[in-house]
């Protein structure tokens, strides 16, 4: 079993920049788990926004956010974090963070909800 915990949102104005982070625990993300950060703003469904693979070699992005925001990881720390730049209002929106044990051989980054743990969520709020 895999716990996150999802840290560091808030409230931050149009244009500024953020990073939110992912604390695992239960097993050692090292251990081949890829992870992803999906977002979910109010009466809209589950986004997927970044994802590394388990190598760390991998990123990808929705085209929504990609260039302002990077994702990454840290295996010492069994963390990973988004750093959230430019953000505008549509930014706003609850976002979780997932891990998913991945076969060693496969190195890819997965966009789809298919990820067997999930954080309870971190809200982030972008003020005009």
């Known amino acids: 079993q895999v716990q996150l915990v999802e840290s560091g949102g808030g409230v931050v104005q149009a244009g500024g920049s953020l990073t939110i982070s992912c604390l695992a625990s239960?097993?050692?993300?090292?251990?081949?788990?890829?992870l992803g950060w999906f977002r979910r703003a109010a009466g809209k469904e589950r986004e997927f926004v970044g994802g590394i693979s388990w190598s760390g070699g991998s990123t990808d992005y929705a085209d929504s956010v990609k260039g302002r925001f990077t994702i990454s990881r840290d295996n010492a720390k069994n963390t990973v974090y988004l750093r959230m730049n430019s953000l505008t209002p549509e930014d706003t929106a609850d976002y979780y963070c997932?891990?998913?044990?991945?076969?060693?051989?496969?190195?890819?980054?997965?966009?789809?909800?298919?990820?067997?743990?999930w954080g309870q969520g971190t809200q982030v709020t972008v003020s005009s």
């Open positions: 997932a891990a998913r044990q991945m076969d060693p051989f496969d190195t890819t980054v997965v966009r789809t909800t298919n990820y067997p743990y």
């Open positions: 239960g097993r050692a993300l090292s251990s081949y788990f890829a």
